[in-house]
């Protein structure tokens, strides 16, 4: 009887000990870092992720880093949001859009960065990425930093080489070689290429960029769709098909097939994120190679995609300086490059160039520096306020137009009109 | 004198009725009450009081001049995220078809109906079909009900998924089939803005028939032989049967069919989340998926309280009708 009753003392107490052991060896100093991390790619983000975190835990015995993966971008921010509304326990860190930064910041999710990191490691992002980075949410002049670059991308032209040197073709360098090109590469099982566009917005602004005409600028209160830029990016959207036949007519719904379509040879050409090389690299059985949009008179162009690292709002100070100290690392040239090379996003930071890891991966990999230095083209994402509400506005537009309903210039008149009806509330 | 008034009340009350409040049963229902105020009843005061608030939190806390963008809302200098009292701005503007909030909430009462009016009925007569077909004694039967059933068993998120492939343009077995039947019209359903609206229908048929028809098929099974027999003596042919006989019979089946099935149109959202959210004007929200975009999407707080009270009413309104209904046909023959 004696001897049982202690049998059980013994294995509740080793119970105890191996759940409470590693905190009570850590003492108070354990500080818990949990992120919102969004799957938006096709790679083992997860494997990759819990590798990191235990690598940096090994080097910070005081840190423990949690990655909660929570679905897409729209859900990482609508649980933050709720989870915020409903006085749940919040993360200290979450990976969101880079657009979604004045719908974060004016609903109170997230804080500045500012007074957590040095301005040695800010001046070694590549300025694009920083496009979508900046608030002045309090109009004193100053703009605060509230995202740090993580997974970040770019729109690319993928073009099959082999087909265009059988063809004794260059890669198109502006608007009129891109449609010829596409047109004498256009045959009965193949299209000359492809650009998915059932959410425009993104794949079209480095051609509207390529006019000279981003859709938005600086401001936040401010879009261009009714210039005569974006009106003729958008008509040479419609030329492809009413005059060069090299897209498929109408509103091309084919985001997740384009890659594949390419990698086996039934697109010559294809508008795509630089988050699919890994997967081109790996399936097609033919040389090719990548690079920003043409312009409509030469030059390349491209736009900025992707999430960023928020602080989310209520983070004491003693944490955010442990959650910068770890960005600090997440994103240093090493690890941003080993991120890039493993699942396609483009690198951060500009010293990550010149790493062994990334000139080893470029001799395997020339299109990942064709991909990296389409950085340089980029413009600014489409981002205001009431993004939404204005995206939905020209996503409308911009379908119907490829529908055939109605011209460039009337939807572009009447989108135009319409955002800034949803811009005028805030006084702009 | 009042005490025992009351009191000769209370005897007479207490000996006309029961004589003693049994609390245990109502200690047991208490949990499921507790349960239905919290997240029933509760919430539907909730949103009562806030589709009468203004209020954008994606919107920043700065103070200008403006009407808010409702009707009956005077200009003036106050913060463009709120939250500001404004009534019932929101209805005004939703039955107030010139306005942008009036447009958009024709559209989704429009699109909601036609989805109702669209899938219901043809759902129902495929699940009777269905019920007559598989309601026989044959070898091998049990595999056809359950091929029938098969779409019921899979979430709506997996169906709708499935249907994605089916409709690709091109190579998707749907396509495929109607151009085998001579078809030549677009083949992208899910982002052509006409079509959107019955790619969710075709969708909501094919995965809602197998589930009425088990009502059916049950219901079938309750029939009585000895009317069929007596009928055959009477030299009833098949058509008489069925028309005569099992239709009127299973007028109950139909109709609580009828009401689940509407209510469940009402409350569909997962297969328009995964199959349409590429399509942006609305030319196939629904309304449960409206409410979903205008809370979340667009964080627009007041207007996704309003509509969820339009929500309410109708659904509170075809309950009351089928209580009603069923009511009367308790009461009668």
């Known amino acids: ?428 | 004198m009042a005490t025992n008034t009351l009191d000769t009340l209370r005897t007479t009350w207490t000996r006309r009725v029961r004589p003693r409040l049994k609390p245990l049963p109502y200690l047991l229902l208490l949990p499921t009450l507790y349960f239905v105020f919290l997240f029933t009843i509760l919430p539907t005061f909730k949103v009562l009081r806030d589709s009468q608030i203004y209020y954008h939190p994606n919107r920043p806390d700065r103070a200008l001049d403006t009407n808010l963008q409702l009707p009956g809302i005077e200009p003036m200098p106050r913060s463009i995220r709120g939250p500001h009292a404004v009534g019932f701005s929101y209805f005004r503007a939703m039955f107030d078809f010139n306005s942008e909030i009036g447009r958009q909430f024709r559209q989704v009462m429009v699109n909601t109906l036609i989805y109702v009016a669209a899938t219901v009925p043809s759902s129902m007569l495929l699940a009777f079909v269905f019920a007559t077909l598989v309601n026989r004694k044959v070898r091998g039967i049990g595999l056809a009900r359950v091929a029938f059933f098969y779409p019921t068993m899979l979430p709506m998120v997996s169906a709708a998924t499935i249907w994605l492939f089916f409709f690709t343009p091109g190579y998707g077995l749907f396509n495929s089939t109607l151009r085998f039947f001579g078809y030549s019209g677009p083949e992208n359903w899910i982002i052509n803005p006409s079509l959107g609206l019955w790619a969710l229908v075709i969708v909501a048929i094919w995965k809602n028939a197998g589930y009425f028809m088990i009502f059916y098929l049950a219901g079938l099974q309750n029939l009585p032989d000895d009317v069929y027999e007596a009928a055959s003596l009477d030299g009833a042919n098949w058509w008489v049967k069925m028309f005569r006989i099992t239709l009127p019979l299973l007028k109950r089946t139909t109709l609580f069919v009828s009401v689940i099935a509407i209510i469940g149109a009402f409350q569909t959202i997962d297969h328009a989340l995964v199959m349409t959210y590429e399509l942006v004007t609305g030319e196939a929200d629904l309304l449960l998926y409206e409410i979903y975009q205008q809370r979340f999407v667009l964080q627009n707080y007041g207007l996704a309280n309003a509509l969820t009270v339009v929500m309410i009413v109708i659904l509170l309104g075809l309950t009351l009708v089928n209580f009603l209904i069923s009511e009367r046909d308790e009461d009668g023959p």
Do not use: C
């Not at chain 1, 969101?96 to 500045?112: C, G, H, S, V």
């Not at chain 1, 030329?239 to 985001?255: C, H, I, M, R």
């Not at chain 1, 389409?374 to 529908?403: C, K, M, N, P």
């Open chain 1, 1 to 428: 009887m004696k001897k049982r009753r202690s049998f059980v003392i013994a294995l509740v107490a080793s119970l105890m000990a191996l759940s409470f052991g590693p905190s009570l060896v850590a003492g108070q100093e354990q500080t818990t870092i949990e992120i919102y991390f969004p799957i938006a790619v096709d790679s083992p983000i997860t494997e990759i992720l819990e590798e990191y975190a235990a690598a940096y835990e090994a080097e910070n015995p005081g840190v423990d880093i949690v990655w909660s993966y929570e679905g897409g971008y729209p859900d990482v921010k609508t649980k933050l949001l709720t989870t915020m509304e409903g006085g749940g326990d919040l993360p200290e860190l979450a990976i969101m859009l880079a657009t979604d930064i004045y719908d974060l910041r004016n609903a109170e999710a997230i804080q500045p960065w500012d007074s957590y990191l040095s301005e040695e490691v800010l001046a070694d992002f590549f300025p694009a990425w920083l496009a979508n980075s900046y608030y002045d949410y309090d109009q004193d002049g100053e703009a605060e930093l509230y995202g740090i670059p993580f997974q970040r991308s770019t729109v690319l032209l993928f073009y099959n080489r082999d087909l265009l040197s059988e063809a004794g073709l260059e890669p198109p360098t502006n608007w009129d070689e891109l449609a010829t090109t596409a047109q004498q590469l256009t045959t009965d099982e193949r299209w000359g290429i492809l650009i998915p566009n059932s959410w425009p917005y993104w794949v079209f602004q480095p051609f509207a960029i390529g006019t000279g005409q981003n859709i938005v600028s600086e401001s936040d209160t401010e879009v261009f769709f009714n210039t005569e830029g974006v009106i003729s990016a958008l008509q040479f959207w419609l030329d492809l098909f009413q005059v060069y036949k090299a897209t498929p007519e109408g509103v091309q719904s084919n985001w997740g097939d384009a890659p594949g379509l390419f990698a086996s040879g039934d697109a010559a050409m294809i508008v795509h994120s630089t988050g699919s090389l890994p997967s081109v690299v790996q399936n097609a059985g033919f040389d090719f190679g990548v690079s920003g949009l043409p312009g409509r008179d030469g030059g390349f162009y491209t736009v900025t995609g992707g999430g960023n690292l928020y602080l989310v709002a209520g983070v004491d100070e003693a944490t955010a300086q442990q959650a910068a100290d770890f960005v600090a690392w997440l994103t240093s040239p090493e690890m941003a490059v080993d991120w890039s090379i493993r699942t396609g996003y483009i690198t951060t930071r500009m010293s990550g160039l010149e790493t062994e890891a990334w000139q080893a991966y470029i001799e395997k990999v020339p299109q990942a520096a064709e991909a990296a230095a389409t950085i340089e083209q980029a413009g600014r994402e489409f981002s205001v306020q009431s993004l939404a509400e204005v995206r939905d506005i020209f996503h409308g537009y911009v379908l119907r137009v490829l529908g055939g309903e109605i011209s460039p210039e009337e939807a572009m008149a009447a989108a135009q009109q319409e955002a800034d009806a949803i811009l005028s509330i805030y006084g702009g």
